[in-house]
Every structure is written in structure tokens, then in C-alpha cells.
T-cell receptor, first 113, second 112 residues
Framework: DVKVTQSSRYLVKRTGEKVFLECVQD?????MFWYRQDPGLGLRLIYF???????EKGDIPEGYSVSREKKERFSLILESASTNQTSMYLC????????????FGQGTRLTVV | DQQVKQNSPSLSVQEGRISILNCDYT??????FLWYKKYPAEGPTFLIS?????DKNEDGRFTVFLNKSAKHLSLHIVPSQPGDSAVYFCAASDYRDDKIIFGKGTRLHILP
């Protein structure tokens, strides 16, 4: 059974703080993703990583960075949190073969005050 | 510009009837399409998928239809059950990279 685990379910941070969201998967997947979900906007891709130390920007990378030092772990970093980054953050992983689904973690509800 | 569009934000269906959720896409390079279901405060879970070489895929109560010429797909749920009440996301990917692009979602309400 694939397991994608996000380190926190709920987080409250102050404006200007540096925030780390951690994600770990246990199925040796090459690909890992960070999305955010907002009402009326669906799931938007922030960053994608297809291998250790490799990353690609998604549709909304501004204000975020990522780190993938080990295959199983993908971190999302908010360099200086702002209130418009209050959102549900979802991590996912998948194999790097064609025609395969992504598996999601349980999500982190981040509130920036 | 949105590559995957779900134009109905919500849909209400009587229990036992058919639910039909629609999705359109603009990128002709997409060759794999997925449907996910999401409950509040949980991550999305994979439901069913279809590759572009097929026009239909069934799994139990769930069937996905793909019309490539119209760049349209739909998810049929028959019969609809109360536990089907959730947000459904349509998603697509293209063989040139492994990114998965999602639509905005459709909230399905199953009425008793």
C-alpha cells in the first residue's frame, strides 16, 4: 500500500516566517509533487520533482521553493509566508512510467496570520 | 490559461440515479486522463483513469468516457450512493513529462 505522509495536518504561522512543509513517500517513487487547493481554483501545481535534486516549476511557483535531497522526501519551503499563502497543501508521488496515477498525502492546512 | 476545465462547480443527483461529471481539455498532447475523489480535510484518492488509445474504461459503478475529437471526457457513476458525495477532480498528463494537471473540481451532492 502506497503511503505518502505529510508532517503536519494543521499549521499556523506568522507573516514573514520561513515555513517548511515536509512530505515522505515509502514506495520508491521517482516523481513527487506539491499542489495547493483553494476554493474555486482546484488543485494547482506548485513544483514537481522527477529525481533527487531535480525540480521543475509548476503553474504557481512564486513565493515557494523546494528541496529533494533524498528520493523519499520532498520539502516545500515558503521563504517568507504571506496571508495569501493560506491554503491546503497537498503532496503526491508517482512512478516515472507512462500512464500511472499519483498518490496523495492527507494534506496540510496552513494558516498564515 | 486552464488546460483542464470542469465547468460545473456543483451537481446534485438523487440517490440511485446516474451522476455524470464532465471535463474538457485544451492540450492535444494530453494522452492520459484521471479522475480523483476528495473528501474534506483529506487528500484526493484515485478513482479511475483512461489512456488516449481507449474511449471507455469501466470499474464497478464508475465508467469514464473519452471523446478525443471533442477533447472531452466524462465520469459516470451508476447507481449513485450517499458516500459518493465529494469533490471530483479531472486530471490529465502528457507522455513528454510526468506532470499531472488538475481541473477546478465539481462538488457532487447525492440527495436521499
Amino acid at each position: 500500500d502506497v503511503k505518502v505522509t505529510q508532517s503536519s495536518r494543521y499549521l499556523v504561522k506568522r507573516t514573514g516566517e520561513k515555513v517548511f512543509l515536509e512530505c515522505v513517500q515509502d514506495m520508491d517513487h521517482e516523481n513527487m509533487f506539491w499542489y495547493r487547493q483553494d476554493p474555486g481554483l482546484g488543485l494547482r501545481l506548485i513544483y514537481f520533482s522527477y529525481d533527487v535534486k531535480m525540480k521543475e516549476k509548476g503553474d504557481i511557483p512564486e513565493g515557494y521553493s523546494v528541496s529533494r535531497e533524498k528520493k523519499e522526501r520532498f520539502s516545500l519551503i515558503l521563504e517568507s509566508a504571506s496571508t495569501n499563502q493560506t491554503s491546503m497543501y497537498l503532496c503526491a508521488s508517482s512512478l516515472s512510467t507512462a500512464y500511472t496515477e499519483a498518490f496523495f498525502g492527507q494534506g496540510t492546512r496552513l494558516t498564515v496570520v | 490559461d486552464q488546460q483542464v476545465k470542469q465547468n460545473s462547480p456543483s451537481l446534485s443527483v438523487q440517490e440511485g440515479r446516474i451522476s455524470i461529471l464532465n471535463c474538457d481539455y485544451t492540450n492535444s498532447m494530453f494522452d492520459y486522463f484521471l479522475w480523483y475523489k476528495k473528501y474534506p480535510a483529506e487528500g484526493p484518492t484515485f478513482l479511475i483513469s483512461i489512456s488516449s488509445i481507449k474511449d471507455k474504461n469501466e470499474d464497478g459503478r464508475f465508467t469514464v468516457f473519452l471523446n478525443k475529437s471533442a477533447k472531452h471526457l466524462s465520469l459516470h457513476i451508476v447507481p449513485s450512493q450517499p458516500g459518493d458525495s465529494a469533490v471530483y477532480f479531472c486530471a490529465a498528463s502528457d507522455y513528454r513529462d510526468d506532470k499531472i494537471i488538475f481541473g477546478k473540481g465539481t462538488r457532487l451532492h447525492i440527495l436521499p
